[in-house]
C-alpha cells in the first residue's frame, strides 16, 4: 500500500481549505506561498513523514500563522493520507473480489467443458452413422442436380445469343446519335467562345478605367487624411497641456480645501468636546452621586448626537468632492481617448507576446495549483 501523494493533491488540499471563506489570511497566503516552494524544490517521495517535516519547515519562516490556523492546515493534509489510503484499500478488496469471481467462473467452466466433451463423443458416434446415410442420399441429388443444370445452361446460352445481337443494333444506332450531338455542341461551343472573348475584352478595358480613376482617388485620400491627422495631432497634443495644467491647478486646491476642512473639522470637535467636558466637571461638584451619573449619560448623548451630525456632514461634503473630480476626470478621459487608444493597442500587442511565451515557459514546469490574486 501506498502512503504517498502527489505535488498537485498536497498544494490543493491546502488551496482549498484557506479559500474555503471567500477571502484569505495574509499570514495563510504566506504560507502556502513558502510551502508551494519547499514542496516544489523538494526532491524525495511526498510521503507523510517527508511532508511532515516540510510542514514544520515552512511554519519556521512564517511566524505571523497562528498555531490553530498551522494545525488545521496540517489537518488538511493529513486527512489527504487517511484518504488515500482508505481508496487503496478499498481497491484492493475489490481486486480480491474480482480474483475469486474469475476463479469460480473457470471451475465451472471446466465442469462444463467436461459435461460438452461427453456429449460431443456420444454425438460423433450418432453423426457418423447418419452421415454415411446422408452421402448416399446426396450422391443421388448430386446426379439429379447436374442434369437440372445442364439443361438451364443451355437455355440461357440461346437467350444470350439473341441479347447480344440485339445490343450491337442498339450500340450502332446510339453511337450515329452522339456523332450529330457532337457535331452540334461543337458548333455552339466556337460561337460562345466569339462570345465571350468579345465580353472580356470589353469588361477588361473597363476595369484598367476603373482601376486607374480608384488610384488618383486613393492618392488624393490619403494626402487630405494625412493632413487632418496632422491638425488632429497638434490639437490633441494642445488641449492634453491645457488639460494637464488644469487638472495641476484644481488639484492643489482641492488638497488645500481638504486640508483646511479637516483642521476646523478637528479644531470643532476639539472645542465640542472640552465644552462637554467643563459642563460636566462644574455641574459634578453640585450633584448627589445619582443625579451625577444621569447628567453624564445625558452630556455623553448629547456629544455623539455631535458626533454623528459631524460625520454626516463630513461624508456629504467627501462626496461632493468626489463627484466633482469624477466629472474633471472624465472630461480628461475624453480628450486623451485617442492617444489611449493607440497605446492600448501597443500594450494588448505586448501582453500577448508575453502571455505566448508564459503559456511556453509553463508548459515546461510542474503543475501547481496557484492562489487567487489579493484582494478577491
Not at 36 to 47: C, E, F, P, Q, S
Not at 177 to 186: F, P, T, V
Not at 200 to 209: C, I
Amino acid at each position: 500500500m501506498s502512503d504517498q501523494l502527489n505535488l498537485t493533491e498536497v498544494m490543493t488540499a491546502v488551496q482549498n481549505f484557506i479559500t474555503s471563506d471567500g477571502q484569505i489570511i495574509p499570514a495563510q497566503r504566506d504560507f502556502y506561498r513558502v510551502l508551494r516552494d519547499k514542496m516544489n524544490n523538494h526532491t524525495g517521495l511526498y510521503i507523510e513523514s517527508e511532508v511532515e517535516l516540510i510542514l514544520l519547515d515552512a511554519r519556521t519562516e512564517v511566524l505571523e500563522l497562528t498555531d490553530d490556523d498551522y494545525n488545521a492546515i496540517r489537518e488538511v493534509i493529513m486527512e489527504r493520507f487517511g484518504l488515500s489510503k482508505k481508496l487503496e484499500e478499498e481497491q484492493r478488496l475489490r481486486e480480491e473480489l474480482i480474483m475469486k469471481e474469475q476463479l469460480r467462473k473457470e471451475a465451472e467452466l471446466r465442469a462444463r467443458a467436461e459435461a460438452i466433451e461427453k456429449a460431443r463423443a456420444e454425438a460423433e458416434a450418432k453423426a457418423k452413422a447418419e452421415a454415411e446415410l446422408r452421402a448416399q442420399i446426396l450422391e443421388q441429388e448430386r446426379l439429379v442436380e447436374e442434369a437440372r443444370k445442364r439443361a438451364i445452361e443451355e437455355e440461357e446460352a440461346r437467350k444470350r445469343a439473341e441479347e447480344e445481337a440485339r445490343e450491337k443494333e442498339e450500340a450502332r444506332l446510339k453511337a450515329e446519335e452522339i456523332a450529330r450531338i457532337e457535331e452540334e455542341a461543337r458548333l455552339k461551343a466556337e460561337e460562345n467562345a466569339r462570345i465571350r472573348a468579345e465580353e472580356e475584352a470589353r469588361v477588361k478595358a473597363e476595369e484598367e478605367a476603373r482601376i486607374k480613376a480608384e488610384e488618383e482617388a486613393r492618392i488624393k485620400a490619403e494626402e487630405a487624411a494625412r493632413l487632418a491627422e496632422e491638425q488632429a495631432r497638434l490639437a490633441e497634443e494642445q488641449a492634453r497641456l491645457a488639460e494637464e495644467q488644469a487638472r495641476k491647478a484644481e488639484e492643489e486646491a482641492r488638497i488645500n480645501a481638504e486640508k483646511e476642512k479637516l483642521r476646523l473639522e478637528e479644531e470643532a470637535k476639539l472645542a465640542l468636546a472640552n465644552e462637554a467636558h467643563q459642563k460636566m466637571v462644574e455641574q459634578a461638584l453640585r450633584l448627589t452621586e445619582e443625579q451625577k451619573l444621569e447628567e453624564e449619560a445625558r452630556i455623553a448623548e448629547e456629544i455623539e448626537e455631535a458626533r454623528v451630525i459631524a460625520e454626516q456632514q463630513r461624508l456629504l461634503e467627501e462626496a461632493d468632492a468626489k463627484r466633482v473630480a469624477e466629472e474633471h476626470a472624465r472630461l480628461a478621459q475624453e480628450a486623451a481617448d485617442a492617444k489611449l487608444a493607440e497605446e492600448n493597442a501597443r500594450l494588448v500587442e505586448e501582453e500577448a507576446k508575453l502571455a505566448a511565451e508564459a503559456a511556453a515557459h509553463e508548459s515546461s514546469v510542474k503543475d501547481i495549483p496557484d492562489l487567487p490574486p489579493r484582494g478577491e
